[in-house]
């Protein structure tokens, strides 16, 4: 991570305490996670149009009834016309596992963790916290398959500008991830 993502990762761990706590019990119990979405938006870009408010976590889905135990609290399946995922949200922390994006009634991403996810997370430690950041890429990967909005496309852009193209190609392969607009 460069100096600037440090300084944002530091930022949101000042702000939502509860951070290193959370950081703390998953790597304890060996959960593969990582600040993920808008969070990890902010944090690589500085633009804050990607923050809604609240941390986003990703965890591995092999790790789902572990999490459940560890926070004692129940997953919730969340869908819309636009995704399906199971979410624990808990305060200003919206944990989530695997994610389907859907596109007029099309699976076009089934947004899953791999060992590829692990290789590729960013690592910080900020006053003894542990901190895990998802790739660029990953982060990207989310965005593209169905924007919210424009600026959600923008967003996009931004972080494929600096993609490592060989991942995000592996990891549109692993998510089986079809171009939206092939649909229009």
């Known amino acids: 991570m460069n100096e600037n993502e440090v300084v944002r990762l530091r930022a949101i761990v000042t702000q939502y305490t509860d951070l290193k706590k959370i950081a703390y019990i998953f790597d304890k119990a060996k959960v593969q996670w990582g ?18 408010g609240d941390i986003d976590i990703w965890v591995d889905q092999e790790d789902k009834e572990k999490v459940a135990k560890l926070l004692k609290i129940d997953w919730t399946a969340k869908s819309s016309e636009r995704h399906r995922a199971e979410n624990i949200e808990m305060g200003n922390f919206d944990i989530f596992t695997n994610c389907l994006k859907i ?4 699976q076009v991403l089934d947004y899953r963790w791999t060992d590829e996810v692990t290789k590729h997370l960013r690592k910080e430690t900020i006053g003894g916290g542990k901190y895990n950041i998802i790739s660029p890429e990953d982060v990207a990967l989310l965005k593209i398959a169905n924007p919210r909005s424009e600026t959600e496309k923008m967003q996009a852009d931004r972080l494929l500008a600096s993609a490592d193209e060989d991942y995000l190609k ?15």
Do not use: M
Not at 103 to 106: A, F, L, R, S, W
Not at 170 to 184: P, T, V
């Open 35 to 52: 600040i993920a979405a808008g969070s990890a938006y902010f944090i690589y870009s500085g633009d804050e149009s990607g923050n809604d």
């Open 103 to 106: 596109n007029n009634g099309k």
């Open 170 to 184: 592996l990891r549109k392969k692993e998510c089986g991830y079809i171009n939206a607009d092939s649909f229009l």
